[in-house]
């Protein structure tokens, strides 16, 4: 009930039947599967707060008490059953030799054409015309490096080779990468060096 008293459909399918009266395309990813996409503490801080993993979030504060947040989050959660996403604590972290392995696959595909990975940089010859060339793309693509903490390793493999199988109105199109690929550029997405610049120093003004 507190789903649809917030107004959650004006931007997002809540099921199937949302889909078929409103259309599939919607201005905000559909919630039918969004418990199986996401770690689970992901989506209660997201639920909770947007501007706690965002600066600029489209998803606007809901302002709701940790009771409610923790209904919603289970409402979300019943959508998808049992394919609900498991917190990984356990993963451990694999080899520097695979972790730059998958940086290399991830450098040397499509991936950067539309993604950033924190701050790194990936290409040294790009010019503003070829910003201008991707930009409405772009801005679809979210910047990776949250990755780590909102997507199990499972789902991430699955949506790097195809991106359907996860959410059926995705708009990244398939990649020719492999299986073994993507799990190689997992690894990097999830324990990779983020390669963050510090924030300047806050000098008082005299």
């Given amino acids: 009930e507190l789903v649809y008293t917030l107004g959650c459909r004006g931007c997002h399918n809540i099921d199937g ?3 078929a009266a409103i259309g599939a395309r919607r201005p905000a990813p559909p919630l039918t599967r969004i418990a199986e996409k996401v770690q689970p503490a992901w989506l209660e801080r997201w639920v909770g707060d947007p501007r706690s993993l ?4 489209r998803m606007p504060s809901l302002r709701l008490s940790r009771t409610q947040v923790s209904d919603v989050v289970a409402y979300l959660a019943a959508l998808n059953g049992d394919r609900t996403a498991h917190i990984l604590d356990d993963q451990r972290r694999p080899s520097d030799e695979r ?4 940086r290399e696959k991830f450098a040397n595909g499509p991936c950067p054409s539309c993604h950033l990975f924190g701050n790194a940089q990936w290409y040294e010859d790009l010019n ?3 910003y201008v060339a991707v930009k409405k793309v772009a801005a679809l693509a979210p910047n990776l490096r949250f990755v ?9 493999v699955r949506w790097i080779v195809e991106p359907k199988s996860v959410s059926p109105t995705a708009y990244m199109p398939v990649q020719t990468i492999t299986p073994k690929d993507a799990e190689l550029i997992a690894d990097f997405l999830i324990f990779g060096d983020i390669e963050l610049i510090s924030a300047p120093i806050n000098r008082a003004v005299p």
């Fill in 128 to 130: 503003e015309e070829f």
């Fill in 54 to 57: 965002q600066d600029r979030p």
């Fill in 148 to 156: 780590r903490e909102r997507i199990p390793r499972d789902v991430l």
């Fill in 99 to 102: 972790i730059a392995l998958g």
């Fill in 17 to 19: 039947a949302d889909a």
